[in-house]
T-cell receptor, first 111, second 115 residues
Framework: LAKTTQPISMDSYEGQEVNITCSHN???????ITWYQQFPSQGPRFIIQ???TKVTNEVASLFIPADRKSSTLSLPRVSLSDTAVYYC????????????FGQGTTLQVKP | KAGVTQTPRYLIKTRGQQVTLSCSPI?????VSWYQQTPGQGLQFLFE???????NKGNFPGRFSGRQFSNSRSEMNVSTLELGDSALYLC??????????????FGPGTRLTVL
């Protein structure tokens, strides 16, 4: 399984765009990149998943360069309720059902 | 659809006892995974069950075991509890489809305290 590296913490202000970058140099050909969000004392929540280029949904965008060795989660116009831990995961079909979480990035959104 | 449910939500046990935690996945989901979360070690994968068979296993001692029933409900058992087993135990279910194998739906967790 590819190891992921992401910043331990980030601060932002309400209304700003937040970009969290994750590096995964050893990503395998069949690996997908997935991001989860976790609030205190709750289970993680799936945000977005991608394989290459750009993926966008109603809450976030995921940018993946051609070499796929990194990815960037973009949260547009964050609010206080976006304060949470964000995890970047890399996994493929050979590890179905098994998610390996790193330390995550603690995002603190300030008013 | 109802989400993943876990029972009990809170549990206090003493060292040496055993405990059984229960998880009901989202209807139609056949894969159930279990995770342990502690402040020191973070979120760690315990095991995954699919169609009543353990398909993946993490690096936990044999005191941690699980099973899945024909209705996809799952139980996790920890025997001979240790203080270090105090944690939030999370269950997650997945439809296990080809395009969604990384999308898991987590329950609220069971907070286990070992005294």
């Amino acid at each position: 399984l590819a190891k992921t590296t992401q910043p331990i913490s980030m601060d932002s202000y309400e209304g700003q765009e937040v970009n969290i970058t994750c590096s995964h140099n050893n990503i395998a050909t069949n690996d997908y990149i997935t991001w989860y969000q976790q609030f205190p004392s709750q289970g993680p929540r799936f945000i977005i998943q991608g394989y290459k280029t750009k993926v966008t949904n109603e809450v976030a965008s995921l940018f993946i360069p051609a070499d796929r060795k990194s990815s960037t989660l973009s949260l547009p116009r964050v609010s206080l309720s976006d304060t949470a831990v964000y995890y970047c995961l890399v996994s493929g079909s050979s590890n179905t059902g098994k998610l390996i979480f790193g330390q995550g990035t603690t995002l603190q959104v300030k008013p | 659809k109802a989400g993943v449910t876990q029972t009990p939500r809170y549990l206090i046990k003493t060292r040496g006892q055993q405990v059984t935690l229960s998880c009901s996945p989202i209807s139609g989901h056949r894969s159930v995974s279990w995770y342990q979360q502690t402040p020191g070690q973070g979120l760690q994968f315990l095991f995954e069950y699919f169609s009543e068979t353990q398909r993946n296993k993490g690096n936990f001692p044999g005191r941690f075991s699980g099973r899945q029933f024909s209705n996809s409900r799952s139980e996790m058992n920890v025997s001979t509890l240790e203080l270090g087993d105090s944690a939030l135990y999370l269950c997650a279910s997945s439809p296990a489809g080809l395009a969604s194998y990384n999308e898991q739906f987590f329950g609220p967790g069971t907070r286990l305290t070992v005294l």
